[in-house]
């Protein structure tokens, strides 16, 4: 506790330590400018921890606003080229793409997914011819794909498993002949790690790195990310069956610990910020290279209120960010990556 003394000679009130306590320690001394506080801050956010996830969309010269998640677009394959040249100039080290299939290509078994010319392939291949040296993740899952919504085979109202862990396998051969460098299995179906491991070593892709949503959770934040994807209208059901119950935090070691046996490279806990703890737990662990997904409801929440003039919307975006840092993060993927970059490199 302090006390008021008189004035100093700045005219200042001049505060002295009550003579029971002892104050060799002030905390703030270290907080009293940016630069001391630049020298004593524990996580750093840079350019090297974003993954930008980005909509695909057909046609040319396209750029579709979402609704649902203000200053997010869909791209057609042109404009995604030009998005990813912006991203390398940023020194943004990697993409995420993720496509809104035409409701015509979509089936009950989501075939598109395996066609060499779908929305995903055609972009890998644009991107990688005009900036080779940027990262591309190719999200390995059927629900962009199917008539239902759902990541899976449908028998009646089950999903077939070891049905879909075929199909995906397929479908990562096929992104990785595109140019995608990382697949991300994004399905939750059980032993799809393993087996895509093995497809891909067998087409001589033993260098094409695995990212799986291991801690994949069935949220309630996932509702703009599926009006971008086409699915929010098309989903039949629910994803609890396959998706994670957000009451449980050892089942989610558990999924790590199969996929890390199973051959994956890295681990993504989705969604991010409501999910902090998985990513803490994650890291202290397995101590491997672990990534959160800002998925689509918290970019809503936050780009929303801002737009609202709720909260200051550049202040909340880099707070979100160095959240996912100090939880242990190794990278994110966030819809702000954009954003992030340019804020960043402008110091």
């Known amino acids: 506790m302090l006390h008021r003394v008189e004035d100093d000679r700045n005219g200042r009130p001049e505060q002295r330590p009550r003579a029971h306590l002892e ?13 001391a506080r630049r020298l004593v801050r524990e996580n750093v956010l840079t350019t090297d921890d974003l993954i930008w996830p980005m909509f695909l969309v057909e046609g040319s010269g396209r750029r579709d606003a979402i609704a649902s998640m203000p200053g997010v677009d869909r791209f057609s394959v042109d404009e995604a080229v030009r998005a990813a040249v912006r991203a ?24 598109e997914a395996l066609n060499d010319q779908n929305l995903v392939c055609q972009a890998c291949r644009a991107i990688k011819a005009e900036v080779p040296d940027l990262g591309i993740v190719a999200d390995a899952a059927l629900d962009p794909y199917t008539s239902h919504g759902h990541d899976g085979i449908m028998h009646g109202e089950e999903i077939l498993n070891d049905a879909t862990v075929d199909l995906l396998v397929a479908q990562a051969i096929n992104q990785a002949r595109s140019g995608a460098d990382i697949i991300a299995p994004s399905d939750m179906m059980d032993g799809r790690v393993a087996a895509i491991r093995a497809g891909l070593d067998a087409e001589g892709f033993d260098d094409v790195q695995i990212m799986s949503y291991a801690a994949k959770y069935a949220s309630a934040f996932y509702g703009p990310f599926r009006d971008a994807i086409g699915t929010s209208t098309t989903l ?8 994670m119950d957000s009451a449980n935090s050892d089942e989610a070691m558990r999924e790590v610990a199969h996929d890390l046996a199973e051959g994956a490279d890295m681990i993504m806990v989705k969604p991010g910020m409501p999910y902090l703890d998985i990513v803490q737990r994650v890291k202290a662990e397995f101590s491997v290279p672990t990534f959160a997904y800002q998925v689509s409801g918290e970019y809503a929440m936050i780009a929303g209120a801002a737009r609202n003039g709720w909260i200051d919307g550049p202040r909340a975006m880099m707070e979100s960010l160095i959240a996912f840092k100090r939880a242990g993060a190794d990278g994110i993927l966030t819809y ?10 402008a110091g």
């Open 336 to 345: 702000f990556a954009l954003e992030a970059a340019e804020r960043l490199r």
């Open 236 to 243: 039949i059901g629910d994803k609890r069956t396959y998706q």
């Open 88 to 111: 390398r100039e940023l020194d943004i080290p990697a993409i995420a793409l993720f496509p809104n299939t035409a409701p015509t290509l979509r089936d009950a078994i989501g075939s």
């Open 23 to 35: 104050l060799s320690h002030r905390p703030r001394r270290n907080r009293k400018s940016e630069w």
